[in-house]
């Protein structure tokens, strides 16, 4: 099997030693559609080997990236390579590194998902089929009903087959697990993480912000067009703010909040015996004041990436991307 230096076919030297281009690269990054909206100076980078989750609302700008990654769009200005290929004026080579699941797909539902697979192999590199039904049977999925009769989920599977079938080392993935069960998302995102052991790297879109927390080295946040974050998740971790619901048998004590900023009061109900905390960051000083509290009980969910998104989708400003 070719490494994936070989397979990206764009290696570097540095002090006599062999290095891969980060994945990929964008500098300046803008497509600006007629009525002024689309991607603003988008810098960032994807490393090889890593999971990338992609995340923002609807409009933000996140299905023109992928766009551009997949040389279907020329960016107005900027640059963002492939592998140090870039990705419009080198586009066909490009494409050859990569493998993809649109957010919205559309199949040749007359065939069967064996057929259509086979179909697809013969632009692909051989052995390609054989991977398909390795794939298949690790997710599950019986090729044999044609295309219209199956599923949304086995659908699904269908092009996350087609995606990584070829054995690419670059996976961009929009949306993968839509329609998928619980079973499901978790066989692949199992498969994703085997595949980041072989030295693969993933770009995830997604609006699952729990799944991205699971899978992802690093998120990037887009809003309005403009990259407002990109950090490590345990990073993103530390700036969360985490519901905290707290039943006492008697009201918290006055002043109990004082000097403490790490959490504040959000409701209190039952003459103050059911209360809701907002908290961020660690709970260490809460929890030690509510140690002389009357707690009944109290429920902590565990941390997850939305509300550092709504964090920075409504509070920081849009030209403080950090790369």
């Given amino acids: 099997m070719r490494t994936i230096a070989e397979v990206a076919g764009s290696d570097h030297h540095l002090n006599g030693k062999l290095t891969l281009p980060d994945a ?3 500098q300046r990054l803008t497509k600006v ?3 002024g909206n689309g991607i603003f100076d988008l810098e960032f ?15 933000a700008g996140k ?10 769009l020329k960016p107005t200005r900027g640059s963002l ?23 919205d797909p559309r199949l040749y539902e007359k065939m069967t998902g064996a057929a259509f697979l086979e179909f697809l192999a013969g632009y692909r590199p051989p052995g390609t089929i054989d991977r398909a039904r390795k794939l298949a049977s690790q997710l599950d999925l019986d090729l044999h009903p ?12 269908v092009l996350l087959i087609q995606a990584l079938m070829h054995d690419p080392p670059l996976l961009v993935l929009d949306e993968p697990t839509g329609g998928l069960d619980p079973l499901g998302q978790a066989a692949f995102l199992e498969l994703l993480k085997d595949e980041r052991s072989r030295g693969k790297t993933v770009f995830l879109s997604s609006h699952d912000l729990h799944e991205v927390e699971r899978i992802a080295d690093r998120v990037a946040v887009i809003r309005d067009g403009r990259l407002v974050a990109v950090e490590d998740v345990d990073k993103l971790k530390a700036l ?9 048998g008697r009201p918290l004590r006055d002043g109990f909040f004082d000097g403490m900023s790490e959490a504040r009061l ?9 209360v809701e905390l907002s908290v961020r960051g660690s709970p260490k000083v809460l929890l030690e004041r509510l140690a002389q509290e009357d707690v009944v009980d109290l429920v902590y969910p565990p941390a997850d990436l939305e509300s550092v998104f709504l964090h920075y989708y409504q509070d920081v400003d849009a030209g403080d991307a950090r790369t």
Avoid: C
């Fill in 45 to 59: 980078s994807v490393q090889a080997g890593e999971i990338f989750g992609f995340l923002g609302p609807n409009g």
């Fill in 81 to 103: 390579s492939v592998f140090g290929l870039d990705s419009w004026r080198e586009s066909t080579s490009a494409k050859a590194r990569l493998g993809f699941v649109p957010g």
């Fill in 33 to 35: 559609y007629r009525g």
């Fill in 24 to 26: 990929i690269t964008a």
């Fill in 266 to 274: 959000l409701a209190a109900q039952n003459g103050g015996t059911h």
């Fill in 146 to 157: 044609r295309i219209r009769h199956l599923s949304r989920g086995n659908r699904q599977k």
């Fill in 240 to 248: 969360r703010e985490r519901k905290m619901e707290l039943t006492l």
């Fill in 63 to 72: 299905t023109t990236t992928i766009r551009v990654i997949l040389g279907l």
